[in-house]
């Protein structure tokens, strides 16, 4: 998957809620003293009782992380702080854009798709990995599922002005329905998920 997002030594990348930091971590190996990560936690989800930024400033104190920079803001600022970058990895969270928690104060997928495009310097590539839920569904299992429809979130990107440049099948799973939550435990962690590389011309 970073072969496929295209992330190299050298790279600048933004991780968009980074969970439990490991993509951070690899993606700091790769790009090494070199390059940039930023390990950005989205203020609306910074006041959960894991405390996520707390984490990611410790993951950022690790030996041979000097590379990566903690930023917590609102969703669709994408901290202007941040230079001009290659890569935004968005990873099982773009559903989350068509949920309640993260529309609370006020953002929407348009607005943070069009935040991407002007953060990404041109010919920059902003990769996309989620749950997939069924065809014609849209984003209409995005609260109850935690799913969205791949071509749903494709006809998003591509409004903002991306061009979609490869997909992946890597993560897919046929024996998925996508009619179960993805934290039940008969599919946790076996989800089919999508992948999208787009580009910004």
């Given at each position: 998957?970073?072969?496929?997002?295209?992330?190299?030594?050298?790279?600048?990348?933004?991780?968009?809620?980074?969970?439990?930091?490991?993509?951070?971590?690899?993606?700091?190996?790769?790009?090494?003293?070199?390059?940039?990560?930023?390990?950005?936690?989205?203020?609306?989800?910074?006041?959960?009782?894991?405390?996520?930024?707390?984490?990611?400033?410790?993951?950022?104190?690790?030996?041979?992380?000097?590379?990566?920079?903690?930023?917590?803001?609102?969703?669709?600022?994408?901290?202007?702080?941040?230079?001009?970058?290659?890569?935004?990895?968005?990873?099982?969270?773009?559903?989350?854009?068509?949920?309640?928690?993260?529309?609370?104060?006020?953002?929407?997928?348009?607005?943070?798709?069009?935040?991407?495009?002007?953060?990404?310097?041109?010919?920059?590539?902003?990769?996309?990995?989620?749950?997939?839920?069924?065809?014609?569904?849209?984003?209409?299992?995005?609260?109850?599922?935690?799913?969205?429809?791949?071509?749903?979130?494709?006809?998003?990107?591509?409004?903002?002005?991306?061009?979609?440049?490869?997909?992946?099948?890597?993560?897919?799973?046929?024996?998925?329905?996508?009619?179960?939550?993805?934290?039940?435990?008969?599919?946790?962690?076996?989800?089919?998920?999508?992948?999208?590389?787009?580009?910004?011309p």
């Open positions: 998957m970073i072969r496929f997002a295209r992330v190299d030594a050298g790279s600048t990348v933004i991780d968009v809620y980074p969970g439990d930091g490991d993509w951070t971590r690899l993606f700091s190996d790769v790009v090494g003293p070199g390059g940039r990560v930023y390990s950005f936690v989205p203020a609306e989800v910074a006041h959960f009782n894991n405390d996520p930024v707390g984490r990611m400033r410790t993951l950022a104190k690790e030996l041979g992380r000097e590379n990566v920079e903690v930023l917590s803001a609102d969703l669709v600022a994408l901290p202007e702080a941040t230079q001009p970058v290659d890569v935004l990895w968005l990873h099982l969270f773009y559903h989350d854009l068509h949920t309640a928690l993260i529309q609370a104060r006020g953002a929407t997928a348009g607005q943070f798709n069009r935040a991407v495009y002007e953060r990404l310097r041109p010919g920059g590539f902003y990769v996309i990995v989620d749950h997939s839920a069924a065809v014609g569904a849209g984003a209409s299992a995005a609260q109850s599922l935690h799913r969205i429809e791949p071509a749903f979130v494709r006809e998003e990107v591509e409004a903002a002005g991306f061009v979609l440049d490869a997909e992946s099948t890597l993560l897919a799973n046929k024996d998925d329905t996508h009619s179960i939550k993805v934290f039940d435990p008969s599919i946790k962690g076996e989800t089919d998920r999508f992948a999208y590389r787009f580009v910004k």
